[in-house]
T-cell receptor, first 111, second 115 residues
Framework: GQSLEQPSEVTAVEGAIVQINCTYQ??????LSWYQQHDGGAPTFLSY????GLEETGRFSSFLSRSDSYGYLLLQELQMKDSASYFC????????????FGAGTQVVVTP | NAGVTQTPKFRVLKTGQSMTLLCAQD?????MYWYRQDPGMGLRLIHY???????AKGEVPDGYNVSRLKKQNFLLGLESAAPSQTSVYFC??????????????FGDGTRLSIL
């Protein structure tokens, strides 16, 4: 099976930078995804990394190191609207259509 | 552009009652999924489907049944509801085209309470 570990909560002030780490264990790797979920809302897709390195999308960036089974999501220039839960996820190697999600990191942005 | 639509949005049941949660997607996606999410926890896969007429068990299938008679619809049934099934249920869909990079698209959720 697979397992993912990410911190349960991170608190930061507006304008700051937050890094959410995710370490994973899987018998077959098909990339690391990140999803955002606001309280009471649906998860929405943020990013996907299949290869090592940094992918940037506006204020958010995602990094992957396959040799370390590690990735992170970087949130820059934090805004109040970034307060949400962030989940990393990996594909099930036996059925890659399935995703295994981490327990999520709640990001709290304070004024 | 509706995307993934879940019905109902809220429901309260008594223990032992049955109900069906409906999920419809208009993106012609092959894959569909049912998850449950409990406070402070991630998403746990209940059942999923890789195409019309096919279903498979996920991580927490006990107490649930599913059907996918049409490509665009995925139904989740609770035959005899239990308080432990109080949760928020999310339906999602994804395309097979493009491989593992394809994201899952989620509905807004069904908030279900079992008394």
């Amino acid at each position: 099976g697979q397992s993912l570990e990410q911190p349960s909560e991170v608190t930061a002030v507006e304008g700051a930078i937050v890094q959410i780490n995710c370490t994973y264990q899987t018998s077959g790797f098909y990339g690391l995804s990140w999803y955002q979920q606001h309280d009471g809302g649906a998860p929405t897709f943020l990013s996907y990394n299949a290869l090592d390195g940094l992918e940037e999308t506006g204020r958010f960036s995602s990094f992957l190191s396959r040799s370390d089974s590690y990735g992170y999501l970087l949130l820059q220039e934090l805004q109040m609207k970034d307060s949400a839960s962030y989940f990393c996820a990996v594909r099930d190697p036996d059925s890659w259509g399935k995703l295994q999600f981490g327990a999520g990191t709640q990001v709290v942005v304070t004024p | 552009n509706a995307g993934v639509t879940q019905t109902p949005k809220f429901r309260v049941l008594k223990t032992g009652q049955s109900m069906t949660l409906l999920c419809a997607q208009d993106m012609n996606h092959e894959y569909m999924y049912w998850y449950r999410q409990d406070p402070g926890m991630g998403l746990r896969l209940i059942h999923y489907s890789v195409g019309e007429g096919t279903t498979a068990k996920g991580e927490v299938p006990d107490g649930y049944n599913v059907s996918r008679l049409k490509k665009q619809n995925f139904l989740l049934g609770l035959e005899s509801a239990a308080p432990s099934q109080t949760s928020v249920y999310f339906c999602a869909s994804s395309s097979i085209a493009g491989g593992a990079s394809q994201p899952q698209h989620f509905g807004d959720g069904t908030r279900l309470s079992i008394l």
